[in-house]
């Protein structure tokens, strides 16, 4: 191979930038070209894309977002529309593909791998909900955030000892709640793996106050349920003051964490190893802090991220 094109697509993650920093320095480095292609799908089925030197992914490893854009692009599912990105890249002389980003991103690398162009997945988003992976590129960054938001909700919940609710984005995985309610001491947590009633969530939430417990922080995945009609059940019923606080898009953002940067400077750069071993079709990942590598259909098809239920028990024994 001599030419590759490098992409991130989806929801933007910290640490994406280091991750095509990882791709370009040591693709240029093996003599290959890189090309970034801008706004994700869209920009590949637009053929906006530039040759990048190693001084264009200079001063952006410390930098959230992604300098190449992202975009959520649903028309990449139309075959028609793969078709024109097809033709894209081969008029570009493109003999691969990495793309970075989540299960979506993945699909569409999957649908390009079956159509004969072979790409190279790297997980990158927030919710750590990528198969084939321990993390994603950007998890601990936004754990970290959470973390300091929970810590600065403490402060104030405490000093009025009122209840919080805080949603925590995710979407249908719950580590990065499990784990911020672990660091942030929360009292108590609820995700979408473990089947939940506002009632048990009150019971429980009564149990604390029985006990003694002056306030409550409760981590809530998002997309479990409206949360501030959830603060005024838990008020109404415990006759406690109770908040609600979403997150949002706030945990995307930031400097990724030191963690984040070595993550994908190494997913990068393995990227570069797979495709000159003559790999298509795979998705990197690191298991055991060990790079590892899957089919990437295999990954999207069969393969389960494992809950960590250890992790659930030692959260419930924090209680
Ligand atoms: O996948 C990352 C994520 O931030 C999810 O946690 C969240 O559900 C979603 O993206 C939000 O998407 P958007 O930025 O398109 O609103």
Redesign the pocket.
Known sequence: IKKIGVLTS??D?PGMNAAIRGVVRAGLGEGLEVFGIYDGYLGLYEDRMVSLDRYSVSDLINHGGTFLGSA?FPEFREESTRMIAMENMKKRGLDALVVIG?DGSYMGAKRLTEMGFPCIGLPG???N?VAGTDYTIGYHTALETVVEAIDRLRDTSSSHQRISIVEV???HCGD?TLAAAIAGGCEFFVTPEIPYTREELLAEINAGIAKGKKHAIVAIT??ICDVSELARYIEKETGRETRATVLG?I??GGAPCAYDRILASRMGTYAIDLLLQGYGGRCVGVQNEKMVHHDIIDAIENMKRPFRKDVLETAKRLY
């Open positions: 989806g929801g993650s959520r989540g988003t927030i919710d909900d984005m995710g979407r990065l998002e997309l898009h945990q995307r």
